[in-house]
């Protein structure tokens, strides 16, 4: 079984995330970083951001509802990011299919994130091996992406992961797979998006780790915990509205230990 | 007792629904899409909008809280989804006490909608008898708007929806009446915005409809479904934070034949 | 026992309140105005919302999320407020640590807010005493800010609420002092943002009150009120997700004489 010790940092650190998110999640998320025990703070003006992402603990870019306004506040956000070496997620949502998204997610791409999050199709559109989703959905079967999950990865030096039934945790040399959660989660608007805020989170709070695989880990227990919170929460409801209200009380209540029993990880190099 | 065919032509088409809608009902409009089986992305960059409305199976046009770049998304989403003939909604919230809202929602009923979604003041407003309401709060009587709505639904074609304690669908030559649901629905916001979304949705599922009354169907079966989830949650809890739960839940759980039971449709020629 | 007739008025006015707030936080400040009996409308367009401004009953400024644009519309809805006499109150969310929302709150705080909510490293930086906190979590005591409240009052002519463990309420020679809540509230995004807006309502419910200290008495009750909702959903649960349900539920129930069973307020000359 496996120990998440990155949850324990994630509870003691309680990092400050600022999330640069689509305006569809940006409650849920707000909520998912409180009940796992980080800040959430949206400052998006692009003046503003990249003031904020110099203090903040990690950043998220969503770009699931870009304006010219928000695009510009993620450009300055990441290059501060970069100048403090703050941890930055990109969750690249529907790229491949819309052209100002997928121009922006080339662009930030080179601002080296510590992590990408996206399903399938968007990952594979970052890549450049596919024409993108509808929206949030994806439509390619996650392992047939991990090869291009793993281009990306040595491209950009960023851990991916890949969501899906099962999500993929792909760096240079190892992919985790993590298996748990419930479909019922698909039917939650936020589930997706709030895991990159969590990822954020959690690379925050491995910040300063020198384990040669810190950010991997990081990025393994946040998917880990987001998704043992599903398969407990199912336990007592797959209805979305009332498992919305279970799945978050579960990432309240949950401890690092409850997580490794509620889903499994393989390891693969 | 009404069926509701096209309630299954949703569940299995999963209409892709573009939203253009306000900001504060986003979260509960993608929850209810998901959870009567259709499929939300909300697109709104002026580029990306018509992007998307070309794709899409119906389009959301809600003006609860536009901006100038909002405004500019929903014309050019308008125009691609005449273009492709992709039916879209609009929902003239506030319109008539507002003055930017009133400009826009008199250009965009240009583009022809399929349906018009709105309290009676709004519809009131928009067919030009009326000076607009408090907001989403009805002021007018739906009675007194039928004559209203006819006149709307002849210059513009579309299918005019007059949402109130009872809902009336009006197109050329049919009134429909929809009784069900519960008061408390007014203290959850978003549920009238919603009724919009799965409105653009419904649309979308019977799009290759070759009947008569194809349009008129689908919007009486999407206000039908969601005031039967009303009336569905009302049974277990009035107030209003539970009640918001229940309802989702209940919007997922509905069969096309337990709608029919829980509320009352009443046809006049 | 304090009874709190102000909020018998908020229930019998249903006063309409145009909040421009955060994105963040727009679904749930909505519901909590539905809930207490007000009506809510987030009209933020530059043009419409100094329109707005002069129907509204009373406006909320919350700077959260601005940008250019709802920063314009802020300017013209204060302006406005200004010649129609409305009730206004400003939440200076985060000021101090970010350059563009500290300028605007200091140029709209001349504009005469009736109500200045905050916690107390806000109500620090916007009294010129400190540098602000990182987003909405307090970093100085209540207490060791009562004196730059004091400041604030009599420079403002505002009543200065400052949010924390007990909230206190201070105007010119008055400081009362409201216990009770939960500390599971700061685990439940807009709970604070919220109470900002149920102010700017219980303001709009006594507007034409005669009483010396209808103001300061219209913002205590707010407060006690969104108090005691989580002192009494407490009872029930302390888990995030379904407290916020149950804190909602309990907002629609309470009556004002139960709310003065639930909290303690202390007054302080």
Redesign the interface.
Known sequence: MTTFPELHLLRERAP?VQCLT???????T??VL??VGA???????P??AP??AR?ADGVLVNL??????TADAMRAAVAAAGETETPWVLDPV?VG?????TRLAHELVEGRPSAIRGNASEILALAGAGSGG????ATDAVETVLDSARALAERTGAVVAVSGPSDAIVSLGRVSQVTGGHPVM?????TGCSLGAVTAAALGAVRFGVEVHSDHDAVLAAHALLSAAGTLAAET?V????F??????A???LTPERVGELVTVEEHA
């Open positions: 400050l689509n305006t569809v999640v940006q409650q849920i707000a909520n409180l009940a800040a959430p703070a949206m400052v998006a003006h003046v503003e003031e904020f203090v699931g509802t870009i304006s010219d306004a529907a299919g819309l052209s100002v998204r509808r929206g949030v959905d698909q039917q939650v608007i936020g409801t209805r979305p509205g009332s919305s209200v279970a799945w978050m009380d990432l309240h209540e």
